[in-house]
């Protein structure tokens, strides 16, 4: 049966349109999601993420658990509140989550991971901390909401509680504070700026109604995947999964490899991939026919091979179809799409087309 947040009645009253997303109801989107896009892309929209799974770590032997668990090595945060993006690989070197963790002292980490990964991820760390005695707690009772885009900051700070506000006011890119039962961190998964905003669940509603009253509007789950490719973020289970890894993921720069003799889980696989050489690559696509490139359609490269588009959409802010794709190695600048029986033409660019204002393809 699927899970409501306590936000659910929120979404009702704002007319949200409900669909079922990893188990959780949550609204698509509130009437339009295009006007929801661009809403966040010119000024400020809010998300409920309350389905996303908030996760801490404690322990003496906490920073070595981590640096074995994960591809990304925490040994590089040093600052209280700093945050890093890193793929939790098994021992095949594929993507069991991709994650941000917070270190917040040198015994305590704060993660968060996806809703639809819970379980699994849950019970992988809980085994593999077992021989670090590292305490994994789970936080159930809080919920999250995202505030994103160009205005999400000021908009926010003014109706936080004033603790809060301060926590936050002065937070680098990728730095997060706690406030007592709050957490908010500068981060997101539109390719705007603005805040995610972790909180006790008898306070969020009355966060979402301050925000609204500041003018930040609801937007449901359908903007958030066209921002997110927009800004070339990678959707776990779309566009990386436990059958491929960060290195044919476009996601070999969340490896780090130095100190050589950190030894992490899944590191010999992807390590012996790497000097193989790999076959296959994550690229951006740009259609330049007409129409709208979707997930799973077959990519052709004259005289290369084939692939497939992992995520696919029309980008309200360029007004192109666009699309990643997994596709050989040795593909160029172009590539054709096979869609309804025909051929039609795309562009190969990096998997990053639009962020804070900015086109990011010719």
Not at 222 to 241: F, H, P, V
Request: net charge negative; hydrophobic share 40%; aromatic share 8%.
């Amino acid at each position: 049966m699927s899970q409501q947040t306590i936000l659910f009645e929120k979404h009702q009253q704002y007319g949200g349109k409900i669909v079922d997303f990893a188990g959780w109801q949550m609204p698509i989107n509130y009437g339009s999601q295009i006007d929801e896009h661009h809403q966040v892309r010119t000024d400020a929209g809010m998300f409920d993420v309350s389905h996303m799974t908030v996760v801490d770590l404690k322990g003496e032997q906490v920073k070595p658990f981590l640096q074995y668990l994960l591809a990304n090595d925490v040994a590089r945060l040093q600052e209280s509140g700093k945050a890093l993006y890193s793929c939790m690989l098994n021992e095949q070197g594929g993507v069991i989550d991709d994650l941000i963790v917070y270190y917040m002292n040198d015994q305590w980490f704060r993660m968060v991971v996806n809703a639809g990964t819970r379980d699994k991820d849950l019970a992988w760390i809980s085994k593999q901390a077992v021989p670090f005695a590292v305490d994994v707690t789970e936080q159930p009772e809080v919920a999250m909401i995202a505030v994103q885009g160009p205005n999400a900051r000021e908009k926010a700070l003014q109706v936080l509680p004033l603790d809060v506000s301060q926590a936050a006011a002065d937070l680098g890119r990728f730095y997060g504070a706690a406030s007592g039962d709050w957490f908010i961190a500068r981060t997101g998964y539109t390719g705007e700026d603005g805040f995610e905003i972790i909180m006790p669940e008898s306070e969020a509603t009355a966060l979402w109604d301050a925000l609204l009253g500041a003018g930040v509007k609801p937007t449901g789950l359908g903007a958030r995947d066209t921002l997110r490719l927009e800004a070339g973020m990678n959707l776990y289970g779309s566009d990386m999964d436990e059958s491929t890894s960060p290195l044919i993921s476009n996601l070999g720069w969340t490896i780090a490899w130095e100190p050589a003799e950190r030894n992490f889980i899944g590191r010999d696989v992807i390590a012996a991939e790497k000097a193989a050489g790999v076959e296959q690559k994550l690229v951006g696509l740009v259609l330049t026919d007409k129409g709208v490139l979707r997930g799973h359609q077959k990519v052709i490269v004259a005289g290369v091979g084939e692939g497939e588009i992992t995520s696919g959409t029309f980008s309200p802010s360029l007004k192109q179809s666009v699309a990643f794709a997994r596709v050989p190695v040795a593909t160029g600048d172009t590539c054709q799409v096979e869609m309804r029986g025909k051929l039609l033409n795309a562009r190969v660019v990096k998997p990053v087309f639009y962020r804070e204002g900015k086109s990011f393809i010719d």
